[in-house]
């Protein structure tokens, strides 16, 4: 699973691999990104500050809900919150993440801005530790096409990506990192009682709220090995 | 909403993301993680990602629902079972939605 093959475990998988990698999951973002920037000029947003949204904020979730909080008159205050919300879940990945980034504490926070969904759970080396070289190639590739299709999509805001069905290819991917996870019953268990955490909360808590309280669920393994 | 109230509401959404992110990494420093903590940390991917393909699947706002990209999402994990390559796991879940859509299923 260790790259590089001259012996420096610390190093882990290179830049190059993650980029490699994370290449289809760019492709993925890609669409979605067309698909933002499509909507956002719809709701009255600037196509530059779409953009700049997409280029500083590189949250997909994070970005949509924030979209269709002020799509829907919410105002910035209810805005902001369910975005913040939505990408809460960035807070305990942190958590897992830090021991595995380099230098300074600032400069630890600054490494954790690469921080998406795949890269994060592909970048772990299941034991515990990330390779951080991996993850920022990883997040590379997903965010040079998410701010170009951000681009692309408040230019060119015609494409349906709806009847495309291509609300499904995250889902879709994310399904596929679930698979590749979930290799014993321990982690399987998770994984249902996580899912069951996120649906029974869903009509009751604010967007966002249910993935992050399923991570909750992982706190099964304070209890120790068996 | 005004130009001006769209990059407010951008600004502190950059602000709130970049804490979220920033945050754990800013606490931890350089420590390891005590043991319990790690076995934590290794099965949190299992129960996020799960929430997430169920979710962004099934719920619409504080609403669950069965659409098409329902169905679509159960196709990618019917091919996942199968064993089919990833590539075609995507386009296997965004042509089946797709396709619902365009039979008129929503």
């Known amino acids: 699973m260790v790259g590089g093959g001259d012996g420096s475990a610390e190093q882990g998988r290179s830049w190059r691999s993650g980029l490699r990698d994370g290449a289809p999951y760019g492709a993925a973002a890609f669409v979605l990104a067309v698909s933002f920037g499509v909507v956002a000029t719809d709701a009255g947003m600037p196509a530059v500050a779409a953009i700049v949204m997409s280029a500083l904020v590189y949250s997909g979730s994070g970005q949509f809900a924030a979209l269709g909080v002020a799509g829907s008159g919410g105002g910035v205050g209810a805005a902001v919150g369910t975005a913040t919300l939505v990408s809460s879940r960035f807070l305990p990945m942190g958590f897992a993440l830090g021991p595995s980034l380099r230098g300074s504490r600032l400069r630890r926070a600054l490494e954790g801005q690469a921080t998406v969904d795949a890269s994060w759970a592909m970048a772990a080396r299941g034991d515990g530790r990330y390779d951080r070289e991996y993850l920022f190639g990883h997040s590379a590739a997903q965010y040079v096409p998410w701010v170009a299709g951000t681009v692309v999509g408040v230019l060119v805001p015609v494409l349906d990506t709806r009847a495309l069905g291509l609300d499904a290819v995250f889902p879709a991917f994310f399904l596929a990192l679930l698979a590749a996870e979930v290799r014993d019953r321990l982690r399987l268990g998770v994984a249902l009682a996580g899912a069951g955490v996120a649906l029974a909360l869903v009509p009751v808590a604010p967007p966002g709220l249910p993935v992050l309280a399923a991570s909750a669920v992982a706190l099964v393994g304070l209890r120790g090995p068996r | ?106």
């Open chain 2, 1 to 106: 909403m005004s130009p001006s109230t769209w990059w407010l509401l951008i600004g502190l959404c950059v602000v709130t993301t970049a804490l979220t992110r920033g945050a754990g990494p800013a606490a931890t420093g350089g420590r390891e993680l005590p043991a319990p903590a790690v076995r934590v940390v290794v099965l949190l991917s299992s129960a996020l990602l799960a929430a997430l393909v169920v979710t962004s699947a099934l719920a619409d706002g504080t609403e669950l629902r069965v659409g098409a990209d329902t169905a679509g999402v159960a196709t990618a994990g019917v091919l996942l079972w199968r064993r089919a390559h990833l590539l075609v796991v995507v386009l296997g879940a965004a042509a089946v939605t797709a396709g619902l859509r365009a039979l008129g299923v929503d």
